[in-house]
């Protein structure tokens, strides 16, 4: 089981930008797919962004241009840079971590941060 635990949240004005950071122990990071979702109360949790084992990147349709996420292996840590920040990406941010593949679906991922909270202000 690999450990997980993300930092960067807060409150922000509309249009500014946040970075969130996962850093993540217990496991060999290169092997790992990783993940951004979020989730807000009453709504399921959602993908917003991931990235593959071998460096490629996917972007829910909501984020594309204005999110960019980065893994450094070295590091053990995956980051989110969020641009253009909307009040709509309000959420409580989770990173999460699987075998191999990336998937989009929160059901195929085992291992979860706490969270951390984001707030847009509009």
């Known amino acids: 089981q690999v450990q997980l635990v993300e930092s960067g949240g807060g409150l922000v004005q509309a249009g500014g930008s946040l970075r969130l950071s996962c850093a993540a122990s217990?496991?060999?990071?290169?092997?790992?797919?990783m993940a951004w979702f979020r989730q807000v109360p009453g709504k399921e949790r959602e993908f917003v962004a991931g990235s593959r084992i071998g460096g490629s990147t996917l972007y829910a349709d909501s984020v594309k241009g204005r999110f960019t996420i980065s893994r450094d292996n070295a590091k053990n840590t995956l980051n989110l840079q969020m641009n253009s920040l909307k009040p709509e990406d309000t959420a409580v941010y989770y990173c999460a971590a699987r075998d191999l593949y990336l998937r989009t679906n929160p059901i195929d991922f085992g291992s979860w941060g706490p969270g951390t909270q984001v707030i847009v202000s509009s």
């Open positions: 217990g496991r060999t990071f290169s092997s790992l797919a």
